[in-house]
């Protein structure tokens, strides 16, 4: 029977300050499996984060974060440096980019 009890992250929450910091925070509650979506504005910096289960039901919402540069490389440096492996942004309708990313590969052995 698959285990459904909400995760750690799934109440919403917009940090102070944008750092990394939150970013990991999302990392350490995730599964390998699981894959973070980034949804990103590059004009405000602000991003949409959910959380999906590959060939499950619909991704849940794991908050919000504000990328404090505008430009794609230092987002996908953030994740990176969070702990994430992110793939290449993909557009997406009104401006917004999508990012892909799953835990890093030091996350395999757990």
């Known amino acids: 029977m698959k285990d459904t009890t909400p995760p750690a992250f799934a109440a919403p929450f917009v940090p102070a300050q944008p750092t990394a910091r939150s970013l990991s925070r999302t990392h350490r509650t995730t599964a390998f499996s699981q894959r973070l ?7 405000t910096g602000w991003a949409h984060l959910a959380v999906a289960e590959p060939g499950g039901a619909n991704p849940r919402f794991a908050g919000f974060h504000r990328f404090p540069s505008g430009d794609t490389d230092s987002v996908l440096a953030a994740l990176t440096e969070a702990g994430w492996d992110a793939g290449q942004p993909t557009e997406l309708e009104d401006g917004m980019l ?3 990313a799953r835990p890093g590969r030091e996350r395999e052995g757990r």
């Open 37 to 43: 979506l980034v949804h990103w504005d590059p004009e």
């Open 98 to 100: 999508g990012v892909r």
